[in-house]
């Protein structure tokens, strides 16, 4: 199975802040890659697909890039709504695998 | 406005079965492509199983661990997916939702909200 490491696990940051999430790929996927966010007791939600096509809906202060097998989320300016939980999903492969997740909590 | 609605979740002994629906509204179902994903207790998320669609002749696909146990189904003409669970163990217990894939790339565009399903005796 194709693993993503996600890094940092967990940040702290202030509204306003700009903020950057790393899924590190373990073997090559090309762009087939998805950032969720999920916030406690609800479902995940699609931000970003194809490594950095922006979901219909989603504020544009959420951006994603491919380098290689790294991939990044980035939010421009952090605002108090997206305090949750990311992860990376690749969808090259079978399984489909999801990243450890990145936990990001008020400073 | 898409809604895709779990149900049939509850609490069940190792060793048994349940049952999970998933009913969809506000998309065409029978174009998109349909996953299970499950989320143990404080755990990050974890594939469980997909159907394609009728294009793709209904072809399914598993996590190895729950390949065997668990089946994954559809009924097009009731917009509904289902998720057939034998042969339960305790790590089994999770949040399980249902998503659509669509397009390309196949990310998983919406998800229900969930159901618990706990294994236990």
């Known amino acids: 199975d194709i693993q993503l490491t996600q890094s940092p696990s967990f940040l702290s940051a202030s509204v306003g802040d700009r903020v950057t999430i790393t899924c590190r790929a373990s073997?090559?996927?090309?762009?087939?890659l998805a950032w969720y966010q999920q916030k406690p007791g609800k479902a995940p939600k699609l931000l970003i697909y194809?490594?950095?096509t922006l979901q219909s809906g989603v504020p544009s202060r959420f951006s994603g890039s491919r380098s290689g097998t790294e991939f990044t989320l980035t939010i421009s300016s952090l605002q108090p709504e997206d305090f949750a939980t990311y992860y990376c999903q690749q969808l090259n492969t079978y399984p489909p695998t999801f990243g450890q997740g990145t936990k990001v909590e008020i400073k | 406005e898409v809604q895709l609605v779990e149900s049939g979740g509850g609490l069940v002994q190792p060793g048994g079965s349940l049952r999970l629906s998933c009913a969809a509204s506000g998309f065409t179902f029978s174009d998109h492509y349909m996953d299970w994903v499950r989320q143990a207790p404080g755990k990050g998320l974890e594939w469980v199983g997909r159907?394609?669609?009728?294009?793709?002749?209904?072809?399914?696909e598993y996590a190895a661990s729950v390949k065997g146990r668990f089946t994954v189904s559809r009924d097009d003409s009731e917009n509904s997916l289902y998720l057939q669970m034998n042969s339960l163990k305790t790590e089994d217990t999770a949040v399980y939702y249902c998503a659509s894939s669509t397009g390309t790339y196949r990310q998983f565009d919406f998800w229900g909200q969930g159901t618990l399903v706990t294994v236990s005796s």
């Open positions: 194809a490594a950095s």
């Open positions: 073997q090559g996927i090309s762009s087939y």
């Open positions: 159907t394609r669609n009728k294009a793709n002749s209904y072809t399914t």
